[in-house]
């Protein structure tokens, strides 16, 4: 079949032009591959294109060499990838055909071929193994676009086979069947037996990798009973999250959550119990320090009884943690969104804070001694101006200055 769509049409820059007819002048066969392919089956215009090609690197490099076509970030080149930037607009990544050789369920040893079926046995699952020429040909060796109108995901091949090259394809194939799937449970039996089976792999795949397509699928479609399927296959303790996780909460911050955008932790907070499983799971995921912040005030805050008017929640909220930690409103907007308080969450996006009118110089001019009274008294008279409900002037508050240094000392 042949692809013939408006967005198959608008990939076609000048750049892209170019592109093509180097390979062809060369006689190199080049054309769309995985995501890209999937993406305009579906109707979508792909954000990131990928292309691959029957020239070797050594190839690539001495055609884009003869042309003064720049090449960049060659890191990829002993996987077969040369990036070209054409007309300093463009970057075009683009990857000889291959075989892995060699896996050892995180990397491989490859080696080029011409061979596009066998490129395309190599990938993971069917939806990311076809080809796309030019022309708007479409290359299909292993019935993707049959899978894909289906709404099935399936491995290439041996389900087995394809995790052990590389254990990550698991947590892909989770990712992917959150985007294509018709439903929640549509999973194929053999396919979650072969993840049972080979899901101690995980152990050794990076934290990195994994919290990036984890982050993927807890903000996914079906993502509350993504999850419960693979702690039933016994992913947990290989994603950090201990053998009890609490599973329901996770699916009613789903629930409740849904349409507002959290980031990937504050869904994950919800599988959390306590600070030391923040801990276990930042010492596995190798997340942010920011995110694991964010989980920590998530759940230090998350039963807290919210006051009428409930804005002064979030003020006082934001008034008592601020000094110590400066982009508490990020973190109290994710705790609105994990809550599912879509009123007051809409109220406080809108919120612009007052500044406390006192500063470490104030309290200097009035030769408030450094250390801990120093501390004490500024956290004081912040507590003043919280309850005069941030109405106490700059003057009201320096008047209290030395009356509050004296109780706290």
């Not at 290359?139 to 995790?163: P, T």
């Not at 320090?289 to 998350?302: D, G, M, P, S, V």
Request: glycine share 6%; net charge neutral; hydrophobic share 35%.
């Amino acid at each position: 079949m042949k692809i013939d769509t408006p967005e198959f049409h608008k990939l076609f820059t000048p750049e892209l032009k170019q592109l093509k007819t180097l390979f062809d002048k060369y006689d190199f066969e080049l054309r769309i591959a995985g995501g890209a392919v999937r993406d305009l089956l579906t109707g979508k215009t792909p954000h990131d294109l990928d292309f691959a090609t029957t020239a070797t690197p050594a190839q690539m490099k001495e055609m884009f060499e003869k042309e003064s076509i720049r090449m960049i970030n060659n890191k990829g080149e002993k996987h077969g990838t040369i990036t070209a930037r054409i007309n300093d607009k463009e970057n075009f990544e683009v990857t000889t055909l291959r075989i892995d050789v060699v896996t050892d369920g995180r990397h491989a040893e490859v080696e080029f071929t011409k061979d596009w079926q066998l490129d395309a046995n190599r990938r993971d699952l069917t939806i990311n193994a076809m080809f796309l020429g030019f022309d708007g040909t479409l290359y299909d060796y292993f019935h993707g676009k049959e899978d894909l109108d289906a709404r099935r995901v399936r491995f290439v091949g041996s389900a087995a086979e394809r995790i052990r090259e590389d254990y990550l394809r698991i947590l892909r194939y989770f990712r992917f069947y959150g985007r294509i799937a018709s439903g929640p449970d549509c999973h194929e039996a053999d396919v979650l037996q072969a993840i049972r089976e080979n899901v101690d792999g995980l152990k050794d795949v990076s934290g990195e990798r994994i919290w990036m397509e984890l982050s993927k699928i807890v903000c996914g479609r079906f993502n509350g009973p993504i999850m419960a399927t693979m702690l039933k296959l016994g992913m947990g303790p290989y994603m950090g999250l201990s053998e009890t996780c609490n599973v329901e909460e996770f699916q009613l911050v789903c629930g409740r959550a849904e349409g507002l955008s959290p980031l990937p932790i504050t869904f994950m907070t919800g599988l959390l119990t306590s600070e030391d499983e923040v801990y276990t799971l930042n010492k596995r995921l190798k997340m942010s320090n920011e995110e694991t912040k964010t989980a920590l005030f998530i759940i230090k805050h998350r039963q807290d009884t919210i006051i009428s008017p409930p804005l002064r929640y979030c003020m006082d909220l934001h008034n008592d943690t601020v000094a110590k930690e400066p982009k508490v409103k990020d973190r109290i907007t994710e705790l609105l969104k994990y809550r599912g308080e879509v009123k007051l969450l809409e109220e406080f996006r809108n919120w612009t804070p007052q500044r406390f009118p006192i500063t470490g110089h104030d309290l200097f001019s009035k030769n408030v001694p450094k250390g801990p009274v120093f501390a004490k008294t500024l956290n004081e008279l912040r507590q003043l101006w919280k309850e005069s409900n941030y109405s106490m002037s700059k003057e009201e508050l320096l008047d209290r200055i030395e009356e509050v240094a004296k109780k706290v000392s």
